[in-house]
Nanobody
């Protein structure tokens, strides 16, 4: 599975960004897609995941829940992360992930990684 993330950039606090990740190499609707992020000097952490067929979603915790929304377009082989009300602490490299059989909750669970896209939130 090949993953290509895009959409990162510089945004002011309170602003919004939408990340995209295009997948290839497998039937996209069968993949469990996710987003992780890695802030400077910190470990990579889980953000959100969305299943293929049933389109159920799961978010890390209150730090992103209610502000971030993960979605997917199976016709476009693309998963999105809509990020609203961004805060400086959301600054990180955001990574797209794909799993074949189970939803990831940590980096050890991930089957495939994409290259990251940098999101910088200025105060």
């Amino acid at each position: 599975v090949q993953l290509q993330a895009s959409g990162g950039g510089l945004v002011q606090a309170g602003g919004s960004l939408r990340l995209s990740c295009a997948a290839s190499g497998r039937t996209f609707s069968s993949l469990i897609m996710g987003w992780f992020r890695q802030a400077p000097g910190k470990e990579r952490e889980f953000v959100a995941t969305v299943t293929g067929s049933y389109i159920s979603t799961y978010y890390a915790d209150s730090s992103v829940k209610g502000r971030f929304t993960i979605s997917r377009d199976n016709a476009k082989n693309t998963v999105y992360l809509q990020m609203n009300s961004l805060k400086p602490e959301d600054t990180a490299v955001y990574y797209c992930s794909a799993n074949l059989y189970s939803s990831p909750r940590s980096t050890n669970d991930v089957d495939y990684w994409g290259k990251g896209t940098l999101v910088t939130v200025s105060s």
